[in-house]
Every structure is written in structure tokens, then in C-alpha cells.
């Protein structure tokens, strides 16, 4: 077999070793050779000289179980800047309660059996850049004061982070995110992955990741943001309870199993994500965004506690979806594909301007009966936005229309639970057929129908206009009666009933003659 040709400064920066053209170990002076290829002499020789805190540089260079068991045994387990770039870890790699005085980089490294780092302190930066692990990787329970990458990764195995701390918490100030993010940027995990009860001081970027199994975030700890931008959830997952201080972005997703979610205190993106399985997603004092997401499977969207808040719905594909909670006084419903699909569970709805209106208009003066209105129809009759806090309206792809308002009611309407709220759904559809109808026969009929006894719905009105009718048949009564001509006043004699007894009177009876 022909060796292949030494490419080696295209690829590394260092002093590769002398023993064979295909070593890329760094070359330990004055032997010209890696670590690896030393004679037990030289080995022990150069592994005699350290002292504990002391650099280590094994850049390239193929260790075994024993050979890294022997270098760290030799710093006592704690050592200075670590460079460990595009080193081969042939057997179990174990750097437990190791401490990393310096910064420590694994760029590149290659780990064919286990890898574990449990309990391991990194007073700076670490870096597992295109790292690959064939086994388990455990960082459970480790501690990294600064900046963490695993950018593109590959983990073959599980992948333990439970317990982890990632970045310093300020002395009573917000973390420096940029420089105490740990970075899981296109990284592939084909077994189990699992945060559990990870703090994050930073961000926690998880862009473009692939979780091939379950991944879970239970007790997790963020105290910036977690952005999962386009990652891939092929198993179950996760993500809570978990707090998080600033945001949840998982904008692009697409999620192939059951996802759920539970946080609180932050913004929820979840804009063009595609969720085939469940979603169950159950948040406290947060703001949603669901814009052009679809849903295929089941999904719920729960107020745990405080306020829920959604944004927008614009583009939603949702074919069962359940918001329970939820303020949408500000979110326009007119851009959801199937609205018939939306379940309405005790969220709050916009309502028109409160007390007596004037305009110049007709009719000049306008008292707004108190009902539950979208946000669509808000924005259409130019009401004020309701709170400070608030949207001047829904932002659409298209403007609202008393024709397509109408048909929206109407489909919304049996997917809410209050019957009030559906009474009142059904009412802003007739106004809206109503107003969207041209000048004509239909308009004045409904319009008829509308001020007797508003469509059907408003029993005060039409029970105000029978008191009304009554009220001016008894004044036309009173009227009619007041205006008789006056007449000498009627003498009544009473009848004295004279009762006679009844007499008897007996005739004699004639005999015939003879």
C-alpha cells in the first residue's frame, strides 16, 4: 500500500512527528517524535518534567487509556492551556475532576470510546469543534467559567450534560452572552441528549442542531436566550420546565415527534415550525409567536399562570389546535389557513370602545353594545388599541373586509367554549354580512332585523320595543278616552222584585148526568 503524500502543513500549524508521514502528533523536542512514538525511556523521560498547572500540548497525537491516564496523573490532574486538536483518544478517555487552570481545545479530536469529563472544572474557554464521539459523551455535572463550543459536533452515543454550568453569574448584573455562550451550533446527536438541570449563565444556541433520539431540558436553567433556529427534533422532546430569561427561538424547527415546552418570563418563537406530532406547550408570563407554523398533530397552547400573550397566528396550518388562556387582543385571526381548526378556550378578546360616541357621520350618535370582537374587526373600524402595552392592530397579509370578517366569525365560532363569546361571534357575523351588503333589499331588512332585536341575540331590545308599543297603546287608550264629549251623568232606579206566593186552587169535579 502507498502511503499517502504529507499534505501536513495545509492542515495544521505545528511540528508533526518524524516516526511515520501519516502521524500528525506534535513532535516533543529533542526527539522529533510524538508522545505516542516515544521509546518507554523518552516517555518517561518527558513525562517525569511536568509539574501540576502545566501546559499540555498532545496536539494530533494518538493516546490509549494508559498513555492519558500516565500524562494526567503526572500534572495531579490539573493543567494549564490544554491542546488536544485533532487528537485520537483510542481507548475510554476519562477526565474526571480534571481542572483546566487555562484554556482547553478538542477541535477536531476523535474519541472512539467513552468520553467523560464528569465533574471537570474549565476556569476559561473550551472548544470540542467537529469533535467526534463514536461512544458516550458526559459533561455531567462540569462546570465551564467561559465560553463552550461543540459546533458541529457528532456524538454517536449519549450525550450527558445534566448538571452542567455554563458561564460565571455577574456579580448582580445580566451575563455577558456573547462571551459565556455555549454554542451547540450543527451539532448531531444520535442517541439520548439530556440538559437536565444544566445552567446556562449565557446563551444557549443549539442553530441548526439534529437531535436523532429523545433530548430533554427538565429544570434547565437560561438566564439569556436558547435559540434552536432550524434544529431537527427526530425523537421526543423536552424543553422544560426550564426557565428562561429572555427568549425561546424555535423559528425553522421541524419537529418529527412529540414536542413540549414549558417555560415562562420570556418571548416563545415559534415562527415557521413544523411540528408532525404533538405539540403541548405550557407557559406563565410569556408572549407566542406562531406565524406560519404548521401543526399536523394535536397541539395545545396553555396559560400556565399571569399572562399568555400571542403575537400572531398570520400563516398558522394548525388542524387541531387548542389555546387555553390566551390574550389575542391584539392578534388578527384573518391570516390562519383553517380556522375552523382553532379551539378557543377562555382567552381574552378585544371589545368595541366603551360610552356614547359622536361623529358627524350618520348616525351622529353611537352606543356600542359590550361584545367579545377579534382584533381583524378592531382594526377594520379604526377603534383605539386597548392598553399601553399593546399593537395598534393585527399586522396581516391582508386588509380585513366585512365580507371576509363575516365568513371568519363564522368559522371560528364552534371552536369556542363560552357560550357568551359564541353568541357574540355570531352577532359580529351578521354585522359584518350586514356592512359588507350593498345599499339594497338585503341591507334594509337586515338592518330591520338588526335594530328589532339585533339579529336575534339582544332579548333587551326586542323586549324594549314591546314596552315601547305598549307603553304608546295605553297613551293612545288614555288619549282617546280623555277626549269623549261630557254628558249628564246616567240615573240608575233599582228594580224591587216583587215575589208573590203561590195559590193553589182546586176545582170540584162535575159528575155526568144520567
Not at 360610552?355 to 381583524?376: F, K
Request: with cysteine; proline share 5%.
Amino acid at each position: 500500500m502507498t502511503p499517502r503524500s504529507r499534505i501536513t502543513p495545509l492542515d495544521v500549524v505545528w511540528r508533526t512527528c518524524d516516526a511515520v508521514p501519516e502521524c500528525l502528533g506534535v513532535a516533543h523536542e529533542p526527539y522529533g517524535r510524538c508522545l505516542a512514538h516515544l521509546t518507554p525511556v523518552e516517555a518517561a523521560e518527558l513525562l517525569r518534567s511536568p509539574t501540576p498547572g502545566q501546559a499540555l500540548d498532545l496536539r494530533g497525537t494518538v493516546l490509549s487509556e494508559d498513555l492519558l491516564t500516565r500524562v494526567l496523573d503526572g500534572v495531579e490532574r490539573r493543567v494549564g492551556r490544554a491542546r488536544f486538536d485533532r487528537a485520537v483518544f483510542t481507548g475510554p478517555a476519562r477526565f474526571g475532576e480534571v481542572v483546566f487552570a487555562g484554556d482547553a481545545t478538542f477541535d477536531h479530536a476523535r474519541f472512539d470510546r467513552l468520553a467523560s469529563f464528569y465533574g471537570a472544572r474549565f476556569l476559561g474557554n473550551v472548544s470540542f469543534r467537529e469533535a467526534r464521539f463514536l461512544r458516550e459523551f458526559s459533561l455531567h455535572d462540569a462546570r465551564v467559567c467561559g465560553h463552550a463550543a461543540f459546533d458541529h459536533v457528532t456524538v454517536r452515543g449519549d450525550a450527558l450534560f445534566g448538571a452542567a454550568r455554563f458561564g460565571t453569574p455577574p456579580p448582580g448584573g445580566t451575563a455577558n452572552a456573547s462571551f459565556q455562550k455555549a454554542s451547540f451550533q450543527r451539532a448531531q446527536f444520535h442517541g439520548f441528549a439530556t440538559f437536565d438541570a444544566a445552567t446556562f449563565h449565557g446563551d444557549a444556541c443549539f442553530r441548526g442542531a439534529r437531535f436523532h433520539r429523545a433530548v430533554s431540558f427538565r429544570g434547565s436553567d437560561c438566564g439569556a436566550s436558547a435559540e434552536f433556529q432550524g434544529a431537527r427534533f427526530e425523537g421526543a422532546a423536552y424543553l422544560g420546565p426550564m426557565r428562561i430569561v429572555r427568549r425561546l427561538s424555535l423559528a425553522g424547527v421541524r419537529a418529527c415527534a412529540p414536542l413540549h415546552i414549558d417555560t415562562g418570563g420570556c418571548r416563545v418563537v415559534l415562527r415557521a415550525t413544523a411540528v408532525l406530532g404533538r405539540l403541548a406547550a405550557r407557559l406563565s408570563d410569556a408572549e407566542v409567536d406562531l406565524r406560519d407554523a404548521t401543526l399536523a398533530g394535536l397541539s395545545a397552547v396553555t396559560r400556565r399562570s399571569g399572562r399568555l400573550r400571542v403575537t400572531s397566528l398570520d400563516g398558522l396550518d394548525a388542524g387541531a389546535l387548542t389555546l387555553t388562556g390566551a390574550d389575542l387582543r391584539a392578534c388578527g385571526l384573518g391570516g390562519l389557513r383553517r380556522p375552523e381548526g382553532l379551539r378557543l378556550r377562555e382567552c381574552v378578546f378585544a371589545a368595541p370602545p366603551g360610552g356614547l360616541g359622536l361623529r358627524l357621520g350618520w348616525p351622529p350618535v353611537r352606543w356600542w353594545s359590550r361584545r367579545r370582537v377579534i382584533a381583524d374587526e378592531h382594526l377594520w373600524r379604526g377603534w383605539p388599541a386597548q392598553g399601553a402595552d399593546e399593537q395598534a392592530g393585527p399586522a396581516g397579509e391582508r386588509e380585513p373586509d366585512p365580507a371576509r370578517l363575516a365568513v371568519l366569525y363564522e368559522r371560528l365560532r364552534p371552536g369556542v367554549d363560552d357560550a357568551r363569546v359564541a353568541a357574540d361571534f355570531a352577532f359580529g357575523a351578521m354585522e359584518m354580512r350586514r356592512l359588507g351588503s350593498p345599499r339594497g333589499r338585503m341591507r334594509l331588512l337586515l338592518s330591520l332585523y338588526w335594530l328589532a332585536c339585533g339579529y336575534g341575540l339582544r332579548a333587551g331590545r326586542a323586549l324594549g320595543w314591546l314596552a315601547l308599543v305598549a307603553a304608546v297603546a295605553a297613551g293612545a287608550v288614555c288619549w282617546a278616552a280623555g277626549t269623549r264629549p261630557a254628558g249628564k251623568p246616567a240615573v240608575h232606579r233599582a228594580r224591587v222584585a216583587v215575589v208573590r206566593p203561590a195559590v193553589s186552587v182546586s176545582r170540584p169535579a162535575h159528575g155526568l148526568g144520567g
